[in-house]
Structure formats: structure tokens, C-alpha cells
């Protein structure tokens, strides 16, 4: 499959003409992302996993040109709670509005909440595109729905450290 990482595009033009491009990045490809990943992820580079990207180009029923994101696959992130990696399967299909360079930015209050909004670039990393998306995707706290803290309670232990400590003095 076709390699995302390096192609660049002009982003007015490969919405204006409707052009799609499909292939697979690679989640080490995506620096920004790699700084959430589970710490064992970096065993390997080949244990972070590809993502399959789609992104088409096109314009909506206002005229405005936009590009649609999709992502699938998925992340190894470390639970906040019991620190074991969390697999989040991402399923992204997001709708980004082009804003040509010098035009008007949307208002913010008027924005369809569902679109979000990039500088339209003449030499536009898609790879770039692709990593904006993902981080967005990302929870603001990664933990598993249910699961314990830490076997044998560090939490507990390092809470009553101090009082041991003292303990030991008397
Ligand atoms: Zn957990």
C-alpha cells in the first residue's frame, strides 16, 4: 500500500479538483503521537502499527472547500490508572474546512462544531493533516473503563511511606 509520509499536496487544489489518496502511515511516523504511546511500544518500531488513511478533497453545499480525514486502526496508550498500555481502536472520520491564505477565519461561535478548520497550504505534509486528527481523537486521560491500580498497591505504599520512615526513627 501506498506510504503516506513524505507526500505533500496543495490543499485548494486537491479539494477543488476532488482527488483522494489512499495509504497507510506508520504511528512512528507521528512524532507528536509517539509521546502518548505505552512506554513498551518502544521496544520496536514495528509494535507501534500502521494506521490506514484516507483523505479526500471536495467542496460543500456552502462552496467552501474542504478535505475528509479518515483514519482507522489503532494506538497502544498507557492507562493513567494502572499504568498497563490501553489499546484505543481509532475510527476517524473527520471533516477539515480550508481556509485559503489572507481569507476570513470562521467564526468561532458560528463553526459547525462537527468541521474543523486549517490554513489552506500550498505544500501541505498530509501526513501532518493526518497526525492533527489523530491527537484530537485522543482522550484527554487514558484509562481502561475498569481496571485496579498498580498490583500490590504502590499508591498505598507510597502514601504511608513518610509515616514508616518515622517509625523506623523512634
Ligand atoms: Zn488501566
Not at 489518496?21 to 509517539?34: E, K
Not at 458560528?110 to 493526518?130: F, R
Amino acid at each position: 500500500m501506498k506510504q503516506i509520509v513524505g507526500i505533500v499536496i496543495d490543499s485548494l487544489a486537491f479539494a477543488r479538483e476532488g482527488r483522494h489518496l489512499v495509504g497507510q502511515l506508520a504511528v512512528n511516523d507521528l512524532p507528536r503521537v509517539a509521546d502518548v504511546l505505552a512506554d513498551d511500544a518502544d521496544d520496536g518500531d514495528d509494535l507501534r502499527g500502521v494506521l490506514s488513511c484516507r483523505l479526500s478533497g471536495g467542496r460543500n453545499d456552502a462552496g467552501k472547500l474542504f478535505l475528509l480525514v479518515e483514519v482507522s486502526g489503532e494506538l497502544r496508550l498507557k492507562c493513567q490508572r494502572c499504568l498497563e498500555s490501553l489499546v484505543l481502536p481509532l475510527d476517524i472520520k473527520s471533516q477539515v474546512m480550508l481556509v485559503p491564505p489572507g481569507a476570513p477565519w470562521p467564526d468561532e461561535s458560528l463553526a459547525d462544531d462537527t468541521a474543523d478548520a486549517v490554513e489552506a497550504l500550498a505544500e501541505q505534509p498530509v501526513a501532518a493533516l493526518i497526525e492533527e486528527e489523530v491527537l484530537l481523537a485522543l482522550p484527554v486521560v487514558p484509562r481502561h473503563e475498569s481496571c485496579a491500580l498498580p498490583e500490590g498497591g504502590d499508591h498505598d505504599r507510597r502514601a504511608a511511606s513518610p509515616f514508616a520512615a518515622l517509625a523506623r526513627l523512634k
